[in-house]
């Protein structure tokens, strides 16, 4: 399965953006994560393969939204009011289940720059 981000972009503080993630094949479980310079990999959000389990990182949690479109083999990630601290590489994923954990996942995009200056 491949999977192929895009979307990223610059947008100021308190700004919206949606980065979208297409996959090559039916998935299970689609997830995102991010890696800002220097830190480690942060669970962003993940929807199972019928999108009735749905989790989210504290740091997102009432900005970001997840959600997907089967009949596609997309999935979305709409960040509203975003902050100096949301700039990263996000980066798509996909898995069997819905985990929170980046070793939870067999699948993983190329990443798309988001970034959101002050």
């Known amino acids: 399965v491949q999977l192929q981000a895009s979307g990223g972009g610059l947008v100021q503080a308190g700004g919206s953006l949606r980065v979208s993630c297409v996959a090559s094949a039916r998935t299970f479980s689609m997830g995102w994560f991010r890696q800002a310079p220097g830190k480690e990999r942060e669970f962003v959000a993940t929807?199972?393969?019928?999108?009735?389990?749905?989790y989210y990182g504290d740091s997102v949690k009432g900005r970001f939204t997840i959600s997907r479109d089967l009949d596609k083999n997309t999935v979305y990630l709409q960040m509203n009011s975003l902050k100096p601290e949301d700039t990263a590489v996000y980066f798509c994923?996909?898995?069997?289940?819905?985990?929170?954990?980046?070793?939870?996942?067999?699948?993983w995009g190329q990443g798309t720059q988001v970034t959101s200056p002050a």
């Open positions: 994923a996909a898995g069997r289940v819905a985990s929170q954990g980046y070793r939870g996942y067999d699948y």
């Open positions: 929807v199972s393969s019928t999108g009735l389990t749905i």
